[in-house]
């Protein structure tokens, strides 16, 4: 030890901080910590960091720097097949870097312990967690938490889930996941916000500031991991890790700009991801990864493979075994080493042989020394463990009303017949059915962190406290899944015995998520039938939707005369759908996602492109269905409100403009209707002639507004030509003199137009 210290005096600068827990350690930290402020965006960083990394490179050994790419998950929890179970040894051995699956002052203080305290350089280590939606205060999944269409909102649950975990010791997790998706049999679904990229890149940016607060160095952050990059949401057939095949186009306009909005936001890690494109594996893809993401977006963090996926391009036929996975993964441009141990393995060998070039591997070290570095963790490994704050900060009140709160914009009101919702407070007699009305285990959905089920607030609890006066009558009806009948006749019997029913529905919490893919979206199971067997009382019924994905409604919408869409929506779940029931909350969500009449439309999406032959009543020949009509049952952009809504004809500031010019569109929003509510009002256009196709329509703004029963607000955007272009035949993203249309209204359907020219 003394003649390593020896070796790095001379990078000892005259200014220091002792280190709480490794003090003998002091002189490899000083080598990163010289800057006495604070770093906030990594983009901003100057060129003292670069010298201090490159004088850390220089006394490493290879060992060293390869161990600095390897990242083992602890056996606390399992996100995926376990493969080792000496994880601490390989820590004590400086093969790992990073650790995943642990969680606690206690035991990550253990572990810091192990490198800092047992490795000749005592390089700190990064600590990551599955944070998706919430850590131990669950908020709604993020496709229920992308129908409040509420950014800051969504920012907040972010910055919550931030502050409950890295008082846990966490400093990295592995979202946000901003997969473009329109197939709902893709349980994956679930984690992302929905079908469409410009709504998708809002929300992946607002995800990237609640994490990381624009401030990494702040030990209440949490550095934020986008994922999976690229084009994850579009396997063939719905199915999980399944191939997708697309073209370029198609992943620069819709599937690329959520990963590109999260790295302009600062993000510091990139996940890669499990497909493969244009016939190579993300993993192995230096298109992806290299030439657009680290050349092109000049991404300056590190790129983390997803769990052994390295290992996984042997059975995807792109190389023949482990050693070739391991040099194509490091040649395209992958830092760290997910799970497979590969890079631990083999690279050594792969560099002496001249398969990988040294600069590969200390470009990778480089860049996750960075993000240490701006963590803060060599100026102290220890900053984020503090007991104090791991018991004051987590589950608090006030994060659980802000559950609540999430949870009921997140809401999305499908139908409300003969204005059924909101239920009466002087409703004599209610009775709540279904196997979802007190199922705590299936409230937080999928990717549920830490949350603890046993604190989760019930719609069956929810309505009690709700409606006191009220008789409360409960049967279970049925399993989520099975073909059992059994409660069938106690629930009719209860049913008829209520003035009303509130059938609570859908998926159990497994059936959407990672390897959750359904080759079905119906209800599972014998749920419908019940619903059909219920509505023999004769008395009205109120569905209420629990679940993952988009599913197949047709049957309900056709036979019920309320439905609410409350997705999964976490601890205060119960609170929430009970507020919206009561109109203790005027629900204001809107579809991420269009809910196809069945499953043979899919995939589905309002922004379709036309046909040479597009659907016509007086053609036989245009592009159509014998048995539906083409559009979805549900709408992207759709969700009704206990009030009403109506809009004027567009103003357009001109009709036309330049390109360096902006057109401002106005409109006015009146509440018409007999109680105050919210409504997201969304601008869409389209360009009418290309030099390639364009969409019929494409969101392109919105705005949440608040309106008093006969308030009336004009309503401005401003559109600039930024927002207009798109990839031409030249594939230059650009816009494009000619004539436009604008849209604006309520849902992607149902819109009011202009027309607008853009002139050179």
Not at 604 to 627: A, E, M, Q, W
């Amino acid at each position: 030890m003394r003649s390593f210290t020896s070796l790095i005096n001379s990078y000892i600068p005259t200014k220091f901080a002792m280190l709480r827990k490794s003090w003998f350690f002091v002189p490899l930290f000083f080598i990163l910590s010289t800057c006495n402020y604070p770093v906030h965006k990594y983009a901003s960083v100057d060129s003292q960091i670069d010298k201090k990394i490159d004088s850390l490179l220089s006394i490493m050994t290879l060992e060293e720097k390869i161990g600095q790419l390897t990242l083992f998950t602890s056996d606390w929890d399992v996100t995926g097949p376990t493969m080792r179970s000496n994880y601490k040894d390989d820590i004590k051995a400086g093969k790992t870097g990073a650790v995943f699956n642990a969680f606690g002052v206690k035991y990550l203080t253990e572990l810091q312990d192990l490198a800092v305290k047992n490795t000749r350089l005592g390089i700190p280590l990064l600590f990551g967690y599955d944070v998706i939606h919430g850590y131990k205060t669950i908020f709604p999944i993020p496709l229920g938490q992308a129908a409040s269409w509420d950014l800051e909102s969504i920012e907040k649950s972010e910055r919550i889930a931030a502050i409950e975990a890295t008082a846990e010791g966490l400093n990295w997790t592995f979202a946000p996941m901003v997969d473009v998706c329109r197939d709902p049999r893709w349980g994956r679904i679930s984690e992302g916000a929905g079908e469409d990229p410009y709504l998708g890149s809002q929300i992946s940016a607002a995800r990237v500031n609640g994490f990381q607060n624009h401030d990494l160095y702040a030990n209440n952050t949490l550095m934020a991991c986008v994922k999976h990059y690229a084009a994850y949401g579009d396997p063939i057939a719905g199915r999980d890790y399944n191939t997708v095949d697309m073209s370029d186009r198609m992943l620069r306009e819709v599937y690329l700009p959520p990963y590109k909005a999260a790295v302009d936001a600062g993000v510091g890690t990139v996940m890669s991801s499990f497909n493969e494109f244009d016939g190579v594996p993300a993993t192995g893809n230096k298109y992806l990864l290299k030439d657009i993401l680290k050349r092109e977006w000049d991404f300056k963090g590190f790129v983390v493979t997803d769990y052994t996926s390295i290992a996984e391009m042997v059975p995807h036929g792109i190389v023949a075994d482990e050693n070739g996975a391991g040099e194509l993964a490091l040649n395209a441009g992958v830092d760290m080493d997910m799970q497979s141990g590969i890079f631990l393995q083999y690279t050594a060998q792969s560099i002496k042989e001249g398969k990988v070039n040294l600069r590969e591997v200390d470009d990778a070290v480089s860049r996750i020394l960075r993000m240490k570095y701006l963590l803060g963790l060599f100026e102290d490994p220890y900053r984020y463990f503090d007991e104090r704050r791991e018991k004051e900060l987590v589950m608090s009140e006030e994060n659980l009303e802000f559950a609540r709160s999430l949870a009921s914009k997140s809401i999305v009101l499908l139908k409300n017949d003969r204005t059924l919702l909101p239920l009466n407070k002087n409703t004599k007699a209610i009775a709540v059915i279904g196997p979802l009305a007190k199922s705590k285990s299936d409230m937080n959905g999928c990717w549920a962190a830490q949350g603890d089920a046993a604190k989760n607030i019930t719609l069956l609890e929810a309505l009690k406290n709700k409606f006191p006066d009220s008789k409360i009558l409960f049967a279970k009806g049925c399993e989520i899944d099975g073909i059992y009948k059994g409660g069938f006749a106690e629930a009719l019997k209860i049913a008829k015995a209520a003035d009303i029913i509130i059938l609570a529905i859908g998926e159990s919490a497994g059936m959407s998520g990672e390897a959750a893919s359904r080759s079905s979206i119906n209800l599972p199971g014998v749920q419908q039938e019940l619903a059909g067997t219920l509505l023999s009382a004769g008395k009205p019924m109120v569905a209420v939707l629990m679940n993952g994905r988009p599913l197949d409604l047709s049957w309900l919408d056709e036979h019920v005369p309320a439905i609410i869409e409350t997705w999964f929506a976490g601890t205060r779940a119960g609170d929430a759908i009970a507020d919206v029931l009561s109109g203790d909350y005027n629900p204001s969500g809107k579809l991420p996602v269009s809910f196809p009449r069945n499953l043979g439309q899919v995939p589905i999406f309002y922004s379709v492109k036309n046909t040479g032959r597009p659907n016509s009543p007086d053609n036989n020949y245009g592009s159509r269905y014998l048995d539906v009509p083409n559009t979805p049952l549900y709408p992207f952009g759709y969700g009704l409100s206990y009030t009403t809504f109506s809009y004027s004809d567009i103003s357009l500031s001109s009709n036309k403009i330049k390109p360096d010019e902006k057109l401002i569109v106005s409109v006015d929003v009146t509440n018409t209707g007999k109680y105050d509510g919210t409504e997201i009002v969304q601008l869409y256009v389209r360009d009418l002639v290309g030099s390639v196709t364009r969409p019929l329509k494409e969101l392109k703004d919105f705005k949440k507004i608040e309106l008093k029963m006969g308030q009336t607000k004009q309503i401005a955007f401003e559109l600039t030509t930024d927002k207009l272009k798109f990839y031409d035949i030249n594939m230059k993203f650009t816009v494009e003199p000619g004539e436009f249309f604008v849209f604006v209204g309520t849902n992607s359907a149902d819109v009011k137009a202009a027309k607008f020219e853009i002139i050179q």
